[in-house]
């Protein structure tokens, strides 16, 4: 053993000591943070269900593929820093004898070339990955760099071990291979043989290249261990617990639901809860639950989610990642505090350190931590917030951020939470929601209309739309939920108007509630009054089980238009015992043509109403993934589809969600504009005029306000916006034998006139 060998070696050595304890105390003080948060018992089993989903997501990196150039590149990443564990391992005794190999599997060639494959896997999808961030750099591309605000300098030095790892394997395998001690054929390791041909043979250079591996995953060790918030090395270790305690465990993503209020680990009860004692969402980080603080730990700070943010992409200063990254920070800077011990009571006065020795214990906390825990959750800078009341508010709750995250942070949880502490107990939140809470509690509706009105839609209808008297009929297959914007809503009384007359030219058997029907609490619950929505859905719930009292499972169904509706009777009223089979009306009618009850007639050649695109509704597609009725239906009128550059799971928010229905919108662009404007730009390319023109199809009331809106902003009368269900009548009414001279038209025309009015 040469003098060389024997320093490095001992070097390799005491670095690795230093990197597992060091490691080690890390975890331990991560947990402790993590247990910090509150209770939630739902996230422990099935073990089975969620194992699998676990393994499904890490190793078939089905989550990661939603962008499949960036996800091919990083698989290889992530298989090398897994598989090429034994190498490093073969790297640390070639430091001390350089013509080491593992016992039996040294020179196997099937294992050689395993490692071989691995490391040029490795050094190739990190390349890539590296020349991806720098065409996406901040430096150039500023807030549209999905990296705008992460850490650079840490992601550049993850890169680079990651690129000396795997360049580490095939150095060192090549410097054996000049030294001759590499036995093994060229098929199972090529490029660490054509290396070898250009290396000096010197067993000096084994070690210090072995050396050079094994020092670069202990320096990175150490450094992470010394930097607990670095997300983007974390998240190798850390990615699993959080897929695998994912809030649903069937898999599926935390979209739909909100997941209910709870307080000690279970769901609140507004009737025995107590301010003083209960947890009101979350006003301190505390306050969200373990789950919430190990979302905050694993973020990557890959930006997938800024990316798609309705809201930071028009200025506003919310950015799904900043915000967790905030949280993060936050929460690690007041852990000591925290873990000594310390708690406020809702006015700020210390009630966990108390007692004859409470200043000594207090001093004993760094200064840092304690000032971290003075400051707000929420405020503003005059208040040194956490998370300002701008960002919390700019949420259209479109799910993007989850549906694109590729280590399950669940963003809209979180938001949640935050709304529900500012509205329940700070009431601080955006003035226009008074009103909207005001209507929704008097009214039972957003609009504070009268409920005797809710039937005045059907006014315009040439066919009696039945209404339930107090008993469903055994042939009523369907209650049809109105809602309340196709009730009052004039321009969405036309999409109500169109399906109820297609499910009655089907003979599809329905009735409405009519007065008896109320918001289903989508608003209140989304803008974080919780309350309200309790006492709106219990309302309903009641209403629901009284109607299909006596039909089994399977045969309570009913359709709707909304897809806020759909989504809150059929997610979200389970938590409330309210159990039904909820369908948009977009599947219902789908169905309909499929078994050839709506038979559409394609318009004459040259009388169509020009090029037709489609605008997914959040509710409907990300959180309720419907995406292919709708469309078939646009085919199915006899329309040719022309897709938007983000559409389906990536499709943009018109701004409406989240009750942003009932916000004005003053920061920033105006997310209807910059939709319409896309949709637009999508109908000029598809026409022939070098003009937009055409038709917006929507599925949704909010989608068609705020659509509307934006296209007569931007694009002109050119561009109409309808529902389906007015393509499809339009389409099915073809089909008509022809009016007798002189018969006045039906009634229910209006509701596919081309102008929507």
Request: proline share 6%.
């Amino acid at each position: 053993m040469t003098w060389v060998q024997y320093t490095l070696g001992t070097v390799t050595v005491v670095s690795a000591i230093v990197a597992v304890v060091l490691v080690a105390r890390t975890v331990a003080k991560m947990v402790s943070i993590i247990r910090l948060g509150q209770l939630d018992p739902t996230r422990t089993g099935p073990f089975g269900p969620r194992f699998a989903t676990m393994l499904t997501e890490t190793l078939g990196h089905t989550r990661m593929l939603k962008w499949s150039h960036v996800g091919v590149f990083h698989w290889l990443v992530m298989v090398g820093f897994g598989g090429l564990f034994l190498a490093l391992v073969e790297a640390f005794v070639e430091v001390w004898n350089p013509t080491y190999h593992l016992p039996l599997l040294g020179e196997w060639s099937l294992y050689s070339l395993f490692v071989e494959i691995l490391g040029v896997g490795t050094v190739v999808g990190i390349a890539v990955l590296i020349v991806i961030r720098q065409l996406n750099s901040p430096r150039t591309q500023g807030r549209l760099s999905r990296f705008y605000g992460s850490h650079q300098g840490r992601a550049y030095f993850v890169e680079a071990i990651v690129f000396l790892e795997g360049l580490g394997i095939l150095v060192v395998r090549g410097a054996k291979e000049a030294l001759g001690v590499f036995d093994v054929p060229t098929w199972s390791a090529p490029v660490s043989k054509a290396l070898g041909l250009v290396l000096p043979a010197s067993p000096t250079l084994v070690t210090m290249f072995a050396t050079v591996k094994v020092l670069s995953a202990t320096v990175w060790l150490i450094v992470i261990a010394l930097t607990p918030t670095m997300g983007v090395a974390w998240h190798r270790f850390t990615a699993f617990p959080n897929i695998y305690f994912k809030r649903n465990d069937d898999g599926y993503k935390a979209l739909g639901a909100v997941k209910p209020m709870m307080s000690g680990g279970k769901p609140l009860d507004f009737e025995e809860a107590d301010p003083d004692t209960d947890v009101f969402g979350a006003g301190r980080v505390e306050d969200f639950t373990w789950k919430g603080l190990l979302d905050f730990t694993t973020c990557t700070e890959c930006g997938r989610c800024q990316s798609q943010c309705p809201a930071w992409n028009t200025e506003k200063p919310l950015s799904p990642k900043l915000l967790v990254n905030a949280l993060r920070d936050h929460a690690y800077d007041k852990a000591p505090y925290l873990l000594a011990g310390g708690s406020t009571d809702m006015a700020g006065d210390e009630v966990g350190i108390t007692g004859d020795d409470a200043a000594a214990r207090l001093a004993a906390i760094p200064e840092s931590a304690r000032k971290e825990a003075e400051r707000p959750l929420i405020g503003g800078q005059d208040v040194l917030g956490v998370i300002d009341p701008d960002i919390l508010w700019s949420c259209t709750m479109c799910g993007a951020c989850v549906e694109q995250c590729p280590v399950d942070i669940e963003h809209v949880d979180h938001i949640v939470d935050m709304r529900r502490y500012q509205v329940m107990i700070e009431s601080e939140f955006p003035t226009e929601l008074n009103s909207l809470f005001k209507n929704l509690e008097n009214k039972g509706n957003p609009w504070g209309q009268n409920a005797k009105d809710r039937l005045e839609w059907t006014k315009g209808l040439d066919f009696e739309v039945p209404v339930f008297d107090g008993e469903l009929s055994p042939d009523t297959e369907y209650l049809f939920w109105v809602g309340c914007a196709g009730a009052f809503d004039d321009g969405q009384k036309k999409t109500i108007q169109a399906t109820a007359e297609l499910l009655h030219r089907s003979g599809t058997k329905f009735v409405v509630l009519g007065p008896e029907e109320t918001c289903t609490g989508d608003p209140a619950r989304r803008s974080g009054n919780e309350f309200v929505f309790q006492m709106l859905a219990q309302q309903n719930v009641e209403v629901l089980n009284g109607v299909f009292e006596g039909r089994e499972p399977g045969t309570r169904k009913i359709v709707t238009t909304c897809p806020h509706c759909l989504n809150t009777l059929g997610r979200e009223y389970p938590q409330l015992d309210g159990h039904y089979e909820v369908v948009h009306h977009t599947q219902l009618l789908n169905k309909l043509v499929r078994d050839r009850k709506l038979m559409p007639v394609s318009a004459p050649a040259g009388e169509g109403s020009g090029p037709v695109t489609y605008h997914d509704p959040c509710y409907l597609g990300r959180h309720n993934e419907v995406y292919e009725e709708p469309r078939a239906l646009v085919g199915a009128s006899g329309a040719t589809l022309s897709e938007m550059p983000r559409h389906a799971d990536r499709s943009m928010c018109c701004g409406a969600g989240g009750a942003r229905m009932w916000m004005e919108e003053r920061i920033g662009k105006r997310i209807n504009f910059t939709r319409a404007e896309e949709a637009a730009e999508t109908l000029t390319q598809a026409g022939s005029n070098g003009e937009p023109s055409g038709t917006l199809a929507v599925g949704c009331p909010f989608c068609r306000t705020m659509m509307t809106d934006g296209v007569n902003q931007t694009a002109g009368e050119a561009v109409k916006v309808q529902d389906v269900s007015q393509m499809l009548l339009a389409a099915v009414r073809r089909g008509d034998p022809a009016p007798e001279p002189g018969t006045p038209p039906a009634m229910g025309a209006a509701a596919d006139r081309p102008d929507g009015h």
